[in-house]
């Protein structure tokens, strides 16, 4: 199971979906596949923005609310799933770190071997794809890490 179905599958009840939905809204801004998974004032945030701008503006308003003290941004630009994109790892030698989350601050989750290939699943906000590996491996890495096959 992959982070994206984690936190689909996660249970928030319907009054903090809507205290999250109307915070993103009085922000002007409209995340209509918005999911939250929140947990001790920690959230994780999915859904789809046409750019980084957005984003960042929704991940604002959700800081705001009462009690939020950190907020994950998982956010995508586009879902890549259907159009089959295999791409190669072009680490300098050594193999490409996988991650939980979109950035280095996030742990490590597997590992993909260098110019091995990889089916990019979605393109994230800021410059980093959502990747799975042919052994089944889900997780993040940067886009400046893989190049065409």
């Not at 009840?13 to 809204?25: G, K, P, R, S």
């Not at 002007?28 to 945030?45: A, C, H, Q």
């Not at 393109?123 to 190049?147: H, P, V």
């Amino acid at each position: 199971m992959g982070l994206f179905d984690e936190v689909n599958n996660a249970v928030v009840n319907q009054q903090q979906a809507n205290d999250y939905n109307a915070a993103i809204q009085a922000a002007g801004i409209s995340v209509p596949n918005l999911r939250v998974m929140g947990k001790d004032g920690s959230l994780t945030v999915v859904g789809t923005v046409p750019d980084a701008a957005t984003a960042e503006k929704a991940v604002a308003a959700l800081k705001a609310l009462p009690g939020v003290t950190q907020v994950y941004n998982l956010m995508e630009m586009e879902d890549l799933t259907a159009k089959n994109i295999k791409m190669k790892i072009a680490t300098q030698e050594s193999n490409l770190n996988i991650r939980k989350g979109p950035g280095t601050n996030y742990d490590v989750v597997g590992k993909a071997a260098h110019g091995s290939a990889v089916q990019l699943i979605k393109r994230m906000y800021n410059n980093w794809y959502y990747i799975k590996t042919d052994s089944g491996t889900e997780g993040f890495c940067a886009a400046s890490f893989l190049q065409q096959l």
